[in-house]
C-alpha cells in the first residue's frame, strides 16, 4: 500500500490539508519508510523486518522512482541501496539533497559496497548513515530512530 493509499484510506483521521504528505506524516505519527533497492528480495527482508517495529514501508526498484517518489509522498526517511541499474544511489542522495522539497529527508544508504572510499562519498553528498550489507535488524532500527527522532512501537 502506497503512502497515498493509506491517506485516502484513513480519511476519517482529522486532517488540515489531507492532500500533503507532509501534513499527513506529522500528524499520524507514524515513521514513513521509502525502501529503494532494485532486489525484490531485499526489500521484501526490509519490510518484515520494519511493518512490525511501527514503520510504514513503501518500496521503488530504481533510482528514477525514488526520485519521483520520494518528491510526491515526502517520507521521512530513504533507505537506499547504491547499485541500481538506472541511476545509482549516490546520484539519487545528490538530487535529493539539492532540491528543495527533499533536502531535509534522512538518507541511509544500505549497499553492499564496503570500501571506506564509497563511505566517505555517501556521507560527503549529505547521508545520515551509512550501513553495510548484511547488516544486523538491531543496527538499522538504532539508525532510523536516530535521525527520525522517533522510536518504535515493539522491542
Known amino acids: 500500500m502506497s503512502f ?3 491517506r485516502r ?10 492532500d500533503n504528505p ?17 532486489d525484490p528480495a531485499m526489500c ?23 526520485l519521483v517518489v520520494t518528491k510526491r509522498e515526502l517520507p521521512d526517511v530513504v533507505l537506499l541501496d547504491i547499485i541500481m541499474p ?8 545528490r538530487e535529493l539533497k539539492l ?4 533536502k531535509d529527508i534522512p538518507i541511509i544508504f544500505i549497499t553492499a559496497k564496503i570500501g571506506h572510499e564509497h563511505l566517505e562519498r555517501g556521507m560527503s553528498l549529505g547521508a545520515q548513515g551509512y550501513i553495510t550489507k548484511p ?7 538504532e539508525k532510523l530512530c536516530e535521525v527520525t527522532g ?6
Open 44 to 66: 521484501k527482508l526490509l519490510r518484515v523486518m520494519l511493518e512490525p517495529k511501527g514503520f510504514s514501508v513503501q518500496e521503488v526498484c530504481s533510482g528514477a522512482r525514488a
Open 99 to 102: 532540491d528543495a522539497t527533499t
Open 9 to 18: 484510506t484513513s480519511s476519517a483521521r482529522p486532517s488540515a490539508q489531507p
Open 150 to 155: 522517533k522510536g518504535t512501537r515493539a522491542s
Open 135 to 141: 547488516f544486523r535488524p538491531e543496527v538499522l532500527i
Open 86 to 93: 538506472d541511476i545509482d544511489g549516490f546520484d539519487v542522495c
Open 4 to 6: 497515498l493509499e493509506e
Open 22 to 38: 507532509a501534513a499527513a506524516r506529522e500528524s499520524d505519527g507514524v515513521v514513513r519508510v521509502l525502501v529503494v533497492d532494485d
